[in-house]
Structure formats: C-alpha cells, structure tokens
C-alpha cells in the first residue's frame, strides 16, 4: 500500500509534452499517451503487477531490463559504503563513548557533525579537480563491469563508495556513541566490572552487541538516504547506476522509467527495513523469545 | 551579534525574566561557547546574504572577457570564472538566495510540522492513523529521489523550491511534533482544561503549543542546514534555482565544471561556503537542543 505513487504518476502524466514538434498526437498514440490519466496509471499498476514496467520512451527497450542492469550497479555502490560507513562509525562511536568529554571525544564528535555539513557533490569535485591538478592523477571513470575485472570495477567504484560512506558514518557514528553511553550506565556491566572482565571483553560481548540494536535500526533509515546520496555521486563519477539512469530519464521525460526507479526505490527500502526487523532476532535474544 | 541569534530563535519561548532574550544569550556563551560560534558565524553569513547588493563590490552578471579565470587578487579577493565574473560577488548574493530559500522552506516545514502533528498527537485515533501511515508512505522515498522527480514535473524555480522543501522536511518532521504533542498531552493542566470545557483549539493554542514550542524551535533551526543544503544539491544537479542565479550549488556544477582545471579556486569557495553555514548552524542547533530540550540531548 505504500508503494502507490499515484498522485506524483498523475502529475507526472498530466505534465507531458514531447518536444519533437511532430505529429504530436500520432506520437501520444503510439506511446499509450493519449488515454486518460487515471487509465494510464491502472494500466500501469496493472502491468507492474505482472512484472511488466513498460517501455522507455526514448530507447524503446523493456523499462525492466534498464533497472536490471543498473540495480546492481547502485546496490554494489551501496553496499561498500555501507561497509565503509560501519568501519569508520562503529569503532569510532565507541571509542569516543569509552572515552566521553576528552579531547578524543570532541574531535570525533566535530568531525561528525563536519561530515554532515560538507556536502558530498563538493567533495567529489574536490576530489576530481585537486589531485588531477596537483599530482596529474584523476579518479577512473571508465565503468567496467565486475564480472569483467573486478580490480578494476572497484578501482572505480571505490572513491564515491568512500565519499558515500562518510557523509553516512556521521549520524551512524552519533548513534553508536549515545547507545554506548547508555549502555555503559546499566547494572549489568557494573556486574561485569565486578567479577574482573577485561575492559575490552566488558565492551565487546556486553556493551556492543546490547549498544547495536538502535545502531542496526537506524542503518535502516538511512537507506533513503542512500539512494539519495547514490544519484548526485553516480552523476559525478560516471557510474552508470539506478541513480544517474533517474537523472536521465527526469531531464529526458521519460515517464515509465522514472516510475520503474520510484517502484524500485519503495520496494528497495521496505525490503531492507524487513531485512532490519528481523536482524533484530539475531542481535537481541530477548526478541528471539517473545 | 549572538544577541540577534537568540532573538531570532528565543523570542517565542519564556516569560521568567523581563529580557529573556539576554539571560538565555547568557546562558548560551556561558554553557555552549561552541554553539554560539556557531551561532555567530550563521548570523555573518545572514548579514552577508541580506546586504549583498551593498558589500559585493560587482554585479553578479558584469562579465569581462578580458580578465577571465583569474586567480585571486586583491581586486578580485576570490578570483574571476570563466566568463570574468568576480567570484566573491557571486558568493554573497548566493548566501542571498540560499537564506531566502532556508528561512522560508524551514518556516513552511514548520509550520507544516506543527499542524500535522498537532492534529497527529493530540486528536490520536483515527486521525492519528491516517497522518502517520501517509507519513510513512512518504518517508520511504529518498529525500532527493522525491525531489528530483518532484521538481522534474513542476519545473525548477525559488518558489517551487521552497514549497517542495517546505513540503519534504515538513511532512517528516511532524513526527518530531507529534512525539512531544503526545507527551505533553498526558499532563495535569491539559485535563484540567479539558474537564473545564476548554474547546480543543483554545487547549491546542493556550496549553499544548508553548510547551511543544522549544522542539519546534530546535526542529527549525536544524531544517535550515538540511535544506540550504538540499537546495545546493538540487541546483548542483541542474534541478534547483535555474541560470543565471547564482547559488552555491550551481556554481559547482555545469559549465564551470570544466574551467575549475584551469582555476581550481573555483571549485573552493561555494563548496567552503556550504560547509561553514550548514555547519555552524547545526552546532548551533545542538547546543540550543541540548539548552531547551533535556529529553534530546545527544540523539
């Protein structure tokens, strides 16, 4: 039920106009445009149902087999900048919960809140322009799939992965230090204290895995998030991804693909909330029993 | 200086002392000398933005082929773009359109904010129901997902802009709302005024909203950064305010793209911008957060 995205197809619909300057009606027919509005978007949700997005407007290829080569390419983006976000957020939360109001503390807490401001199209252009000015050496941009070498897909997909990563590891990286603090404060590590566990025990079997589960929600939040950031990044590495595929498609017009990203998105996002959910059983036994 | 910030966001609040405004200011510099900074350096910016067309020392559009891509001079303090136009000029009137975007966008989301989840957490029930399940609906889509598709049917331009930020964060932040609106409803005073007859827009006006209001503020203050940012995100991708505006976005985007090899200063100074302002005013933010709202320190 969540995934109609009814009222932004009708205006979407209702807004179209091919700029070709022909025979804008025997186009309109060809392309199913000349129906009404709300039978465009039954007919739509009709076929979506059967797995069937229709087709580009412009490239006249199946909507489905545009996604399908592209999935994969955001969802590898993804993926490693979530690897990179939990590697820096995770041990640096803790750390800086372990050692609360130092100086360690506090620049890990500015630097934090400084990854949230910077915005992430700015330091990719950074990283575009300084090094090749400076030291004559520029990121590749050149996709290449990973099957085909997969050095040399990542070489690529590495850079906006960790540019990704950080803007995300800021709020991760908060979280992970409130739950800490939290965690810390509770009887049962001051029992844990007393019977002589090793401070690093105490945090990891303890504390950690008590600290994750809010930690492990909010990754699921910042799915969104995610795809958000993916689209400005693709855009500015050339990484022919789900987000620069929308971007196209939004400057080209073409309806059936920016409703076949939109379907994906929603659909993307609950699955990784249902992922998040059940996570919660592995991570929590308390969960497990009820 | 940090006087007119607490102004700016203290006003609403407190009745304890004849000026508020000043003990609170007080408290500020004392308890939060970080936030306050930031504070300050928000309001440079703010004044920037307002009197840009009295500090810039060029139109944004005087363009001079003789002297294009310079470096940085003492004539041209942040050097000149590709088509000769004084960069710094460029910067102040686009702090000019990113504070006219933020304060207007975070006000609508405010306000939208408030009245959804006012009706949200104090009638609950059904109502309640159907505002959180569209709310959820339409937080599953990315922000600029939403956006990009939004703006791509409407057609980019400051008005549209505003509203559809204003729209965006408001829709997401009436949960904030609704949270306190729920909390704040279960005291004493609200069933007394209830059992008293009150009707439900006096108890909303008189009893819930002041007593709501310090995360309202705090809710304000952090959509500013999140929309001057989102802003600078749209036009960046050629989606937000349309040429020959100049915003911080779009100065690091398209044609210029390709000259800042030639002159890397360009790819500096909107970029820096961005980050100094969406900065200072979520450290602001934070240390107002922690000041007037116990309950959201650290989150």
């Not at chain 1, 229709?54 to 545009?66: A, E, K, R």
């Not at chain 1, 073409?254 to 993307?268: A, E, K, M, N, Q």
Request: charged share 15%; net charge neutral.
């Amino acid at each position: 039920m969540r995934l109609i995205p009814g009222d932004i197809i009708d205006l979407m619909l209702a807004q179209n106009d091919i700029a070709t300057g022909q025979d804008r009606a025997a186009i309109e027919a060809a392309l199913g445009l000349n129906q009404s509005l709300v039978a465009q978007y039954f007919s739509w949700i009709g076929a979506a149902l059967t797995g069937d997005l229709g087709n580009s407007l412009w490239q006249n290829v199946p909507v489905v087999d545009q996604l399908a080569a592209t999935l994969p390419i955001t969802f590898e983006l993804g993926l490693l900048a979530m690897i990179v976000a939990l590697s820096v957020a995770l041990p640096i939360g803790t750390y800086s919960a372990m050692r609360q109001d130092t100086a360690g503390d506090y620049i890990s807490r500015s630097f934090s809140l400084l990854m949230l401001a910077i915005p992430s199209f700015w330091l990719g252009t950074l990283v575009m322009v300084f090094p090749s000015v400076w030291w004559r050496w520029s990121p590749e941009l050149n996709y290449i799939p990973f099957t085909e070498d997969p050095l040399q897909n990542l070489k690529h997909m590495l850079v906006p992965a960790v540019l990704l990563g950080l803007s995300m590891s800021a709020v991760t990286m908060r979280m992970t230090r409130t739950m800490m603090l939290e965690v810390m404060r509770q009887d049962y590590i001051r029992t844990a204290r007393a019977k002589g566990l090793s401070e690093s025990l105490l945090v990891l079997r303890h504390a950690v895995r008590n600290g994750l589960i809010p930690v492990v929600t909010l990754i699921g939040l910042q799915a969104p998030l995610l795809i958000g950031g993916a689209v400005i990044l693709e855009q500015i590495f050339v990484v022919p991804g789900m987000g620069l595929l929308l971007l196209e498609a939004v400057f080209q017009r073409d309806y059936p693909v920016v409703s076949g990203v939109f379907l994906i998105v929603g659909v993307g996002v609950l699955l990784i909330n249902l992922l998040v959910d059940l996570s919660y059983g592995l991570l929590d036994p308390k969960v497990r029993h009820q | 200086m940090s006087t007119r910030a607490a102004e700016l966001v203290s006003a609403p609040i407190s009745s304890k002392s004849s000026w508020p405004i000043i003990d609170f200011t007080r408290r500020l510099v004392r308890d939060k000398p970080l936030g306050a900074a930031g504070g300050l350096i928000f309001l440079i910016f703010l004044f920037c933005g307002i009197f840009a067309d009295i500090i810039a020392p060029y139109g944004i559009n005087d363009t001079d082929l003789h002297r294009r891509l310079e470096a940085p001079s003492l004539s041209f303090p942040l050097g000149t773009d590709h088509l000769g136009r004084d960069v710094l000029s460029r910067i102040l009137y686009g702090a000019q359109l990113s504070m006219v975007v933020a304060f207007l966008a975070a006000g609508l989301a405010t306000i939208i904010s408030i009245v959804l989840g006012l009706a949200s957490g104090y009638f609950g029930g059904k109502v309640d129901m159907i505002i959180q399940r569209m709310v959820d609906a339409w937080m599953t889509f990315p922000d600029l997902v939403l956006l990009i598709v939004v703006v791509s049917v409407v057609g980019p331009g400051v008005p549209q802009i505003i509203i559809i930020l204003g729209l965006l964060y408001g829709i997401a932040g009436s949960r904030i709302v609704r949270g306190s609106v729920v909390s704040v409803k279960e005291n004493m005073y609200t069933h007394a005024a209830q059992s008293m007859g009150g009707r439900n827009l006096y108890i909303l006006r008189r009893h819930i909203l002041p007593n709501v209001m310090p995360v309202v503020i705090v809710l304000f203050t952090t959509r500013i950064g999140a929309v001057i940012l989102a802003e600078a995100g749209l036009s960046f991708l050629g989606l937000g305010v349309p040429p020959p505006a100049p915003t911080w976005g779009s100065m690091l985007s398209g044609t210029g793209r390709t000259y800042m090899y030639l002159g890397p200063w360009l790819a500096l100074a909107p970029g820096l911008c961005l980050t100094i302002v969406v900065y200072s005013i979520n450290v602001y933010g934070d240390a107002l957060r922690d000041l007037l709202d116990p309950r959201m320190r650290g989150r």
